[in-house]
């Protein structure tokens, strides 16, 4: 057993062991509170405790008169402390304080202070250190409870200590995440708000969209509405064209029943208008045969400004049978000789020579008034027949003026060759309807000294007429053309206008007694016309010859005078001697001769099938109305009358 100790030993070892583990009553919230500070702030919240205690002041020694016991000196420190509860290491020294100043503190007994003992009384003494040391025992298992409590709170503080730390230490994180996050989304705010302007300003140009297409949309609702009632009164229309429209099908179906009598009739009818059609080309040809195949018509040409007027009656147009009525056919012309004379010495009279001629167009006869005299025969061409026309006379008596037209294009003086082929291109159109289809295709050339030359030549063709020579179209063939001359198809008026412009400027003339600008050449142009009726399988073809003849004035002794005289001199007998042949052709023709001399003459070799038993043929006379040419204009008229007096066979047209 242990030894007991002594009161006053125990009271002291267990003051020294005990002083630093007592505490000032703990601020801590207990156990069971959620303690969310950390340890600075658990200090700061013990602060006021540390000043209460440092406020105390060190607690005095118990005085005692008495001497100490040397038990109290001897008793070894180790004994108090191994009595008293371990203090665990973590305590700091402010608890320590707290608890040797709780300790020094003199018991109270009672409430009331101790009265001071006598030094004699130990048994008073020792019962007040009983007492005393009671009063501590309790006081240090208070305290010890207090301190296992503040104990456990520091646990649980140290514990929420470092969870709050690893909070802070999250919450760190959190914040410098959130901070990226917020400098992200001030940089996005700054975006969103450019972004926001933007749209703001789409917005606006929405907006006043919005409201072109509601003012739209208002007039487009109008519309509808218009159209709404335009459907429902087309539908009414519709309704009343239906119904009328199944009387129409009955209808219809009658007019069917109709059209296919009328088809049948339409039928018969075309086979009746063919047949006279054909009646009327024969009955035509017949006229033109009756009028005779060659017929002789004669032109005087006006005076014109600056020429002498010629004395009455040096030309006369006497009246026909029927009076001032029928168309002139006669021309009479007075001449006088002076070398005649009477045996009294007196002037002889006048010789009066009259001829008759197919018509005679006096000087004041138009170009339309001509050309109504001749467009029957030129008709006869899109029948099939070959139809010539020449002019013929002297140097100014009017033959270009007569085919081709005065200058300046006015319709009023076009010659026979544009007006010929407007009434061509206009008769085949009409016979278009009837089946026929018709081509033309055109040639234009010159005969100069015997040498054939093209007037539709252009660029460095020009003048070369050395190449140009006329032959058969192939063996066996009778149709004739002119190698290297250009053969042109024409469809309108147009085009022959642009031919002919371009055939007066190619064509050779000179400087003679009796014109200023002399045509030296003969020209030939030819329209080779070509028709088919596909639906009958018929076909036709012949040429229409229109030629400008030179002038036919005699020799002249006066001309061999120098080397542009000698020149005119080969022209007039080249021109004479082709002229002379074109005669002895027709006189050939008339007398059914078996040898017809076409190739004396290049003139008269070209035009040898419009010249023919199945050609028609027309030659104009023209005479001037100068009696200083009455000499040339005889020698014309003779030469037109013994034509007249010519009777070609009856006329055969080309067909297949």
Not at 556 to 568: M, V
Request: proline letters at 7%.
């Amino acid at each position: 057993m242990e030894p007991q100790r002594s009161p006053l030993l125990e009271v002291k070892g267990n003051i020294e062991v005990k002083r630093p583990l007592v505490k000032a009553p703990s601020r801590l919230p207990l156990p069971g509170s959620r303690f969310k500070r950390g340890p600075d702030q658990m200090e700061d919240a013990l602060e006021p405790e540390k000043k209460r205690t440092r406020g105390l002041g060190t607690a005095p020694k118990i005085a005692t008169s008495r001497p100490r016991a040397p038990a109290l000196t001897t008793v070894p420190q180790t004994q108090g402390q191994t009595a008293a509860p371990k203090v665990p290491k973590k305590t700091g020294p402010r608890c320590s304080t707290a608890i040797a100043t709780a300790a020094a503190a003199p018991p109270m007994l009672g409430g009331k202070k101790p009265s001071k003992r006598p030094a004699w009384d130990l048994k008073g003494q020792l019962c007040d250190l009983t007492a005393e040391l009671k009063c501590y025992r309790e006081r240090t298992q208070t305290l010890d409870q207090e301190n296992q409590q503040l104990r456990d709170q520091l646990r649980e503080a140290q514990q929420q200590a470092t969870v709050l730390g690893a909070e802070r230490r999250t919450l760190e994180g959190e914040l410098a995440r959130v901070q990226a996050q917020a400098e992200q989304g001030q940089q996005e705010l700054g975006n969103l708000s450019a972004r926001v302007l933007e749209l703001e300003e789409r917005l606006g140009t929405q907006e006043s969209l919005v409201q072109e297409l509601q003012k739209e949309q208002l007039g487009l609702q109008e519309e509808r509405r218009g159209l709404a009632t335009r459907l429902e009164e087309q539908e009414r229309r519709l309704q009343t064209s239906e119904a009328a429209l199944s009387g129409s099908q009955a209808e219809v179906a009658s007019l069917r029943q109709e059209t296919v009598a009328q088809a049948a009739l339409l039928a018969e009818r075309g086979e009746r208008l063919h047949g006279l059609e054909m009646e009327r080309r024969r009955l035509h040809n017949q006229l033109q045969e009756l009028k005779g195949n060659i017929r002789v018509f004669c032109r005087v040409r006006p005076v014109l400004p600056g020429e002498p007027t010629p004395s009455p009656g040096f030309l006369l147009f006497p009246s026909g049978p029927g009076g001032p009525s029928d168309l002139p056919t006669r021309l009479s012309l007075s001449r006088s000789d002076e070398r005649r004379g009477t045996l009294s010495g007196a002037p002889a009279p006048p010789t009066r020579h009259d001829f008759s001629f197919d018509r005679v167009f006096p000087p004041g006869s138009g170009q339309d008034e001509v050309f109504e005299e001749i467009a029957m025969l030129v008709q006869s061409a899109l029948d099939g027949y070959p139809v010539c026309i020449f002019a013929y006379g002297q140097t100014g008596s009017g033959k270009t003026f007569t085919m081709e037209g005065g200058p300046g294009g006015d319709p009023q003086v076009e010659g026979l060759i544009p007006r010929a082929l407007r009434h061509l291109f206009s008769i085949a159109q009409e016979l278009g309807g009837q089946g026929w289809t018709y081509s033309f295709v055109a040639s234009y050339v010159e005969i100069y000294n015997e040498t054939v030359r093209d007037l539709l030549a252009t660029g460095t063709r020009k003048g070369q007429g050395g190449e140009c020579e006329i032959r058969r179209a192939g063996p066996g063939s009778e149709e004739l053309t002119v190698t290297n001359a250009r053969y042109v198809p024409v469809s309108c008026e147009k085009e022959v206008e642009a031919l002919l412009h371009l055939a007066r400027q190619n064509r050779a003339v000179a400087r003679t007694a009796q014109n200023e600008r002399s045509s030296r050449s003969h020209s030939v142009f030819q329209l080779q016309i070509s028709g088919e009726h596909a639906a009958r399988g018929l076909q036709c073809g012949a040429p229409l010859s229109l030629v400008d003849l030179a002038g036919s004035e005699r020799l002249d002794p006066g001309l061999a005078l120098g080397p542009g005289e000698r020149e005119r001199l080969r022209e007039t007998q080249a021109i004479n001697s082709s002229l002379s042949t074109l005669g002895l052709v027709i006189m050939a023709l008339s007398n059914k001769e078996s040898h017809v001399p076409y190739r004396n003459s290049k003139l008269t070799y070209l035009l040898q099938n419009s010249l023919g038993g199945s050609a028609k043929m027309l030659m104009f006379v023209n005479i001037s109305p100068l009696e200083e040419n009455v000499s040339e204009s005889l020698n014309s008229l003779r030469f037109a009358s013994k034509v007249n007096q010519c009777v070609i066979g009856t006329a055969q047209a080309n067909r297949k």
